[in-house]
T-cell receptor, first 111, second 113 residues
């Protein structure tokens, strides 16, 4: 079983739609969580950290459910420019600064 | 100028050749990482370094070696390249102290024929 699992998609949504991705992680000792965004064949870029109480950044909301070991990303009012692959990233205590990346969920926003 | 610079950006070479990929950073970060990315597999960690004297194997270190010559530089070598090392390679850096987000270079697209 992979340490971090994501539905690879693609999720095809119209502009203005709300879309949500989930990601599950297998190690209950996981401590830190991030969402990264990666445009086609370019470098991953940090989108947002995920905090225990949940957090919001503009149209993006991240949630953490430790009991069920999943994190989610909600995108409201989707824009064409949101089309990308979204990577779920996890770290656990004994990994130090190492991050474990999910394979990514592809989002395509259509006009 | 990019904070994390990888050279070359693209490389095509033949099986058995020795290849070096370079990474330099101006962010002043202590920690540096090398990943490869393959379709359907996501990013996999090859090697990482938490300071100049520190080298650690990642998930898939076989066939690779690294050198941390200075805080700002971390190079990845393929001693004898083979076709299944064809991939997109990324260097990343992060600050020290707990778990910090990582910042990636633009990537090196490597093809082994």
């Amino acid at each position: 079983r992979k340490e971090v699992e994501q539905d690879p998609g693609p999720f095809n949504v119209p502009e203005g739609a709300t879309v949500a991705f989930n990601c599950t992680y297998s190690n209950s000792a996981s401590q830190s969580f991030f969402w990264y965004r990666q445009d086609c064949r370019k470098e991953p870029k940090l989108l947002m950290s995920v905090y225990s109480s949940g957090n919001e950044d503009g149209r993006f909301t991240a949630q953490l459910n430790r009991a069920s070991q999943y994190i989610s990303l909600l995108i409201r009012d989707s824009k064409l420019s949101d089309s990308a692959t979204y990577l779920c990233v996890v770290n656990h205590y004994n990994q130090g600064g190492k991050l474990i990346f999910g394979q990514g969920t592809e989002l395509s926003v259509k006009p | 100028d990019a904070d994390v610079t990888q050279t070359p950006r693209n490389r095509i070479t033949k099986t058995g050749k020795r290849i070096m990929l370079e990474c330099s950073q101006t962010k002043g970060h202590d920690r540096m990482y090398w990943y490869r990315q393959d379709p359907g597999l996501g990013l996999r960690l090859i090697y990482y370094s938490f300071d100049v004297k520190d080298i650690n194997k990642g998930e898939i270190s076989d066939g690779y070696s690294v050198s941390r010559q200075a805080q700002a530089k971390f190079s990845l070598s393929l001693e004898s390249a083979i076709p299944n090392q064809t991939a997109l390679y990324f260097c990343a850096t992060s600050d020290s102290g707990g778990v910090q987000p990582q910042h990636f270079g633009d990537g090196t697209r490597l093809s082994i024929l």
